[in-house]
């Protein structure tokens, strides 16, 4: 839960992501490898894949001992050998006819005399036909009434309901406690069976009048498989043994986590941090207004020294400024800034985002960060209490919900270069822009070939089109976790294709946003407590943000998260505009590309470069999840 959005700073999430693809190739009948994700190399797929709840290809129907399959054990069909006809003679064509009819009812044969194979007939008469005859039509009534109990079970035809209004997608509940933050429980109403025979019961939507396939609804609310693991953030190692400090570390609310731990690997005293009031949002927020800040000194006691200011002793010294070398492990702090915090008792870090390695750290370490992020940074009571309120008001009459972060706003697409869609005076504002800021690196920016590369934010018309083939429905109900987007009538497709669009802005009171104003961050901190509970979370660009949520979700029993692979699905849509393929095949190739990028679980892997490894805290496994024991 700390994410701060550090608009504009060239160590922001944008700055370390603006050029990655999302995993596609610009053939999108094939995989490509996800620059920031080693899983992805060599045309891997970003998650391991779990149980699907639906059968690729349509429905298969078995038909086992169907009365049209052909019989393998001979009953109701004479033996091979006794269809041949016998020998001629007179009468012969009667006494064939004769046989043949007496061949229908023997049933077994035994040894003779003669060293011959005789056949023993049943010599039955009418009377005894007509009994067997009704014996043999009870028996096959029987195996079609047991067929057809199967495939009403299967099909889930006992299931439809009555009436429209006693149907519930989904029975969820959701609790908010202090001690544990946020917790969802989400009960979808399939039958009963292995995860892979799941079938759910068909419904008709209250929205628009039309019937919704809940097959289609269960492929799109199921959630990854995550039996297998469990949260292991606890360390009885390296425990604070007294009070003992080497100097005290100034730094901004970006980056908190890794900063704790670098203060436990210094032996460090942290002085509460301070927020960027010169960003582009101009926030007024303090770090007390974001976070229970109470909490976050308490929770982290027996770890490292936090304290609310500078010791009287220690504010007439001028900090030593420092910017730590990005990615750096244990070694580098205590062989290049340990010295330099003993001399100067007070270091300023300039820059502390992505200033710890993704791997190769101590257990103790990575167990550290994500009790920071996950159990020690909880918003202030202000923010959880709206956060709690917004939730509630999504699940209207027991509904999921989609939480969609659309990062189509002004900056972002200035600072990517991306103006598809835009018109020609737009696109120069944004270029505009991007002079304007001067700590932005690039400057000249082609944008048609990054978003090629799946470098640009999906426009909402993609969006649109990626929800739709994704199988979501105009019923949808959608939480815009997103500023304002840029370009005249650009949300107007996705708000043709899905009405039920919500944001904090309409979901709450201008009286319950009062506290809020001029608090961009205060808002982020409750778009991100909303993203986090959602049924469903999808992010069409990876910036900070998205990558905290996302990291979160897995954290909490892996929650479905849809991660877009923008490189093959843009090049889907222009062919889908072109008219080279049809919706039919559109939408098949749209859940095929995403059917392994929902969240589900797979191990963060080391990379050749930091910077092209996959974020720590986007996949906390392993370091603070664990797989179960077989005991467990």
Same mark, same amino acid.
């Not at 003679?89 to 009667?94: M, V, W």
């Not at 200011?309 to 730590?324: N, T, V």
């Not at 808002?523 to 979160?552: E, P, R, W």
């Given at each position: ?10 160590? !922001? ?34 998650? &391991? ?8 290809? !349509? ?10 399959? @052909? ?6 069909? #004479? #033996? ?9 003679? %007179? ?12 061949? &229908?009812?023997? =049933? ?26 009704? /014996? ?48 969802? $429980? ?57 009070? +003992? ?22 032996? %460090? ?7 960027? +009031? ?21 929770? =982290? ?5 936090? /304290?609310?200011?500078?010791? @009287? ?7 030593? %400024? ?16 340990? @010295? ?65 972060? =659309? ?12 103006? +598809? ?5 737009? $696109? ?79 979901? %709450? ?17 409750? $778009? ?7 049924? /469903? ?14 990291? +979160? &979700? ?18 889907? /849509? ?59």
């Amino acid at each position: 839960m700390g994410y701060q959005p550090m608009h504009g700073s060239s160590g !922001g999430g944008a700055a370390g992501t603006s050029g990655s693809g999302g995993g596609g190739g610009t053939d999108h009948l094939h995989h490509h490898p996800r620059l920031h994700s080693p899983r992805m190399a060599g045309g891997g797929s970003m998650t &391991r894949r779990a149980n699907s709840f639906k059968r690729g290809g !349509g429905e298969i129907e078995l038909q086992i001992g169907s009365p049209r399959s @052909p019989r393998t054990d001979g009953l109701g069909s #004479p #033996p091979a050998e006794l269809a041949e006809p016998s020998g001629s003679g %007179a009468g012969g064509g009667l006494h064939h006819h004769q046989k043949e009819q007496q061949l &229908r009812f023997r =049933l077994f044969k035994r040894p003779g005399s003669g060293g011959g194979a005789v056949e023993v007939g049943l010599g039955l008469g009418i009377r005894e036909r007509r009994k067997l005859g009704n /014996v043999l039509f009870l028996a096959f009534c029987g195996v079609c009434l047991l067929l057809g109990v199967g495939k009403i079970w299967a099909g889930g035809w006992f299931t439809l309901p009555a009436d429209d209004g006693d149907v519930d997608l989904q029975d969820l509940s959701v609790s908010f406690s202090s001690g544990k933050g946020h917790q969802v $429980d989400g009960h979808v109403g399939y039958m009963g069976g292995k995860e892979s025979d799941r079938t759910l019961m068909t419904v008709e939507s209250s929205i628009g009048g039309r019937e919704d396939s809940v097959a289609e609804v269960s492929s799109v609310w199921s959630q990854p498989s995550s039996t297998n693991f469990r949260q292991c953030v606890i360390s009885n190692s390296h425990k604070k043994q007294d009070s +003992h400090t080497n100097g005290y570390i100034l730094i901004n609310a970006n980056g908190i986590c890794d900063m704790v731990a670098v203060a436990k690997i210094l032996k %460090a005293t942290l002085v509460l941090p301070s927020l960027d +009031h010169t960003s582009y949002w101009a926030d007024e927020s303090e770090f007390k207004d974001l976070f229970n800040w109470r909490h976050f000194i308490e929770s =982290l006691k027996e770890d490292i020294d936090i /304290v609310e200011m500078l010791p @009287p002793k220690y504010r007439h010294i001028e900090p030593l %400024a420092k910017a730590p070398v990005s990615w750096s492990k244990v070694n580098y702090y205590r062989d290049e800034i340990l @010295p330099l915090l003993k001399k100067h008792k007070v270091i300023y870090f300039t820059h502390t985002d992505s200033r710890l390695a993704n791997n190769g750290l101590p257990s103790y370490i990575q167990k550290l960060r994500c009790r920071v992020n996950y159990r020690s940074l909880k918003y202030s009571r202000t923010i959880e209490d709206l956060g709690a309120t917004l939730v509630s008001r999504m699940r209207q009459n027991g509904s999921p919900y989609l939480a969609l972060h =659309l990062r189509y706003e002004k900056d972002m697409l200035a600072f990517t270069g991306c103006s +598809h869609s835009l018109t020609s005076e737009e $696109d120069e504002e944004l270029r505009k822009m991007r002079y304007e800021v001067s700590h932005w690196k690039e400057k000249e920016i082609n944008g048609t070939e990054r978003r090629t590369l799946g470098g640009c934010p999906l426009t909402p018309r993609e969006t649109s089109l990626l929800l739709k083939g994704l199988g979501f429905t105009p019923s949808t109900r959608i939480y815009l976790v997103a500023g304002e987007a840029f370009g005249n009538g650009s949300m107007q497709a996705l708000l043709d294709d899905f009405p039920n669009i919500y944001s904090h802005s309409t979901l %709450a009171t201008e009286d319950e946003l009062a506290p809020f104003k001029n608090h961009q961050n205060m808002l982020a901190g409750l $778009d991100y407590i909303v993203a986090l509970q959602s049924d /469903v979370f999808l992010y069409t660009y990876d910036g900070n943000m998205a990558k905290a949520v996302q990291g +979160h &979700r897995r954290f909490e029993n892996f929650r479905k998260t849809i991660n877009p692979d923008r490189m093959s699905f843009v090049a889907l /849509v222009d062919e889908f505009d072109e008219g080279r393929v049809s919706w039919e095949i559109f939408s098949s190739e749209v859940k095929r590309l995403h059917k392994d990028r929902i969240g589900g679980p797979y191990f963060r892997e080391p990379g050749e470069f930091p910077k092209l490894e996959e974020y720590f805290f986007a996949n906390p496994l392993p370091g603070c999840i664990c797989e179960k024991h077989s005991d467990e």
